[in-house]
T-cell receptor
Framework: NAGVTQTPKFQVLKTGQSMTLQCAQDMNHEYMSWYRQDPGMGLRLIHYSVGAGITDQGEVPNGYNVSRSTTEDFPLRLLSAAPSQTSVYFC?????????????FGPGTRLLVL | DQQVKQNSPSLSVQEGRISILNCDYTNSMFDYFLWYKKYPAEGPTFLISISSIKDKNEDGRFTVFLNKSAKHLSLHIVPSQPGDSAVYFCAALFHSGAGSYQLTFGKGTKLSVIP
């Protein structure tokens, strides 16, 4: 039982490049979400999903796309990377009432955009 | 405009004493509040939550108090242990209906428990 896994652990991109941050869970949780954490800041919600085929925007969705074709996977796509997207990205899952139940976070992906 | 504020960036407490972490919010529409703990280079860990219809929730050493009139909540850790040393985030949830949510985090308070 791996819980929530995120790949890669660390990535360096050049401005304008695109990439996909992967998030997978084996807990059969309905709810999945993506956050970013900038230095000295709290987490900010980017996108979330309440189930396969359903996604919605969080607080800071611009520059990111998501899809949820399966319960297990919730990839986050950076369309054209910008230095402002340098951050640590966390994926999380929960069951039951969205966000009100315990959220389980992955270990994070550190992204540096040059 | 910060809707969730943790005004103390850091807090130091002696082992065995009480730790009190504070959080203020501005949006009266928030209907659920959560606390998370985060160690360096790890993802956050859920600690405890409270619904806006309650004023207290307790789980072992952790108790969260909610004062809706003051738009203030606090996390009490008793007794504090060195393993509690981490950054603590307060978060507030607003369910706008039709499956839409707003989840807002504070900037965090770094707790250091001194042996």
């Amino acid at each position: 039982n791996a819980g929530v896994t995120q790949t890669p652990k660390f990535q360096v991109l050049k401005t304008g490049q695109s990439m996909t941050l992967q998030c997978a869970q084996d807990m059969n949780h309905e709810y999945m979400s993506w956050y970013r954490q900038d230095p000295g800041m709290g987490l900010r919600l980017i996108h979330y999903s309440v189930g396969a085929g359903i996604t919605d925007q969080g607080e800071v969705p611009n520059g990111y796309n998501v899809s949820r074709s399966t319960t297990e996977d919730f990839p986050l796509r950076l369309l054209s990377a910008a230095p402002s997207q340098t951050s640590v990205y966390f994926c999380a899952t929960s069951t039951g009432l969205a966000f009100q139940e315990t959220q389980y976070f992955g270990p994070g992906t550190r992204l540096l955009v040059l | 405009d910060q809707q969730v504020k943790q005004n103390s960036p850091s807090l130091s407490v002696q082992e065995g004493r009480i730790s009190i972490l504070n959080c203020d919010y501005t949006n009266s529409m928030f209907d659920y509040f959560l606390w998370y703990k985060k160690y360096p280079a790890e993802g956050p860990t859920f600690l405890i939550s409270i619904s806006s219809i309650k004023d207290k929730n307790e789980d072992g050493r952790f108790t969260v108090f909610l004062n809706k009139s003051a738009k203030h909540l606090s996390l009490h850790i008793v007794p504090s242990q060195p393993g509690d040393s981490a950054v603590y985030f307060c978060a507030a949830l607003f369910h706008s209906g039709a499956g839409s949510y707003q989840l807002t985090f504070g900037k965090g308070t770094k707790l250091s428990v001194i042996p």
